[in-house]
T-cell receptor
Framework: SQQGEEDPQALSIQEGENATMNCSYK?????LQWYRQNSGRGLVHLIL?????REKHSGRLRVTLDTSKKSSSLLITASRAADTASYFCATDAEAAGNKLTFGGGTRVLVKP | GAGVSQTPSNKVTEKGKYVELRCDPI?????LYWYRQSLGQGPEFLIYFQGTGAADDSGLPNDRFFAVRPEGSVSTLKIQRTERGDSAVYLCASSSTSGKGIQYFGPGTRLLVL
């Protein structure tokens, strides 16, 4: 079963604009990660944020985590056509061992 | 260095047949995971190995699904009496004990059961 929902399900923006997507989850977590997937194949790890962290940056990526609301956001600044992909949040929880529980994903289209 | 590899890339089979999907993790990674992804959805956990043993197989949908990792490296996911509903992309991932929870995914095997 999926851990939670991602919002929006799909996003279409122009190159250079920022893209923001949100993820909600249901249970207490250890970590929350964001992954990117191109063309429905392998996932690429983007960034990990721990449950005691509130914000993290990596290049053009900014992730926030609000454990009181059980939600996270991923911001991609100055988007490029190469950012076109599906983005998934994934959580791991102490009670669930090491497995990742994924959201349904946000499909992002960056138009040149 | 080499990433996670999976073979075959694509597999077409007929309902009722047996299939094996192979995963070769990153060298030295002790943890190996199998996930299944249906079209338009996020990956769903199937099974997790720590070394040679299955530490968590709670995601296997039924007893037609089985996975092994006999030497603690390569893993094989086996599906008996395939059904059309088994059609999906099967993803494998591996991680190290010092990897802080990050899993590295292979390109997946796209299984189509006709």
């Amino acid at each position: 079963s999926q851990q939670g929902e991602e919002d929006p399900q799909a996003l279409s923006i122009q190159e250079g604009e920022n893209a923001t997507m949100n993820c909600s989850y249901k249970t207490s977590i250890n970590n929350l990660q964001w992954y990117r997937q191109n063309s429905g194949r392998g996932l690429v790890h983007l960034i990990l944020i721990r449950s005691n962290e509130r914000e993290k940056h990596s290049g053009r990526l900014r992730v926030t985590l609000d454990t009181s609301k059980k939600s996270s956001s991923l911001l991609i600044t100055a988007s490029r056509a190469a950012d076109t992909a599906s983005y998934f949040c994934a959580t791991d929880a102490e009670a669930a061992g090491n497995k990742l529980t994924f959201g349904g994903g946000t499909r992002v289209l960056v138009k040149p | 260095g080499a990433g996670v590899s999976q073979t075959p890339s694509n597999k077409v089979t007929e309902k009722g047949k047996y299939v094996e999907l192979r995963c070769d993790p990153i060298s030295g990674h002790t943890a190996l995971y199998w996930y299944r992804q249906s079209l338009g959805q996020g990956p769903e956990f199937l099974i997790y190995f720590q070394g040679t043993g299955a530490a968590d197989d709670s995601g296997l949908p039924n007893d037609r699904f089985f996975a092994v990792r006999p030497e603690g490296s390569v893993s094989t996911l086996k599906i008996q009496r395939t059904e059309r509903g088994d059609s999906a992309v099967y993803l494998c991932a591996s991680s190290s004990t010092s990897g802080k929870g990050i899993q590295y995914f292979g390109p997946g095997t796209r299984l189509l059961v006709l």
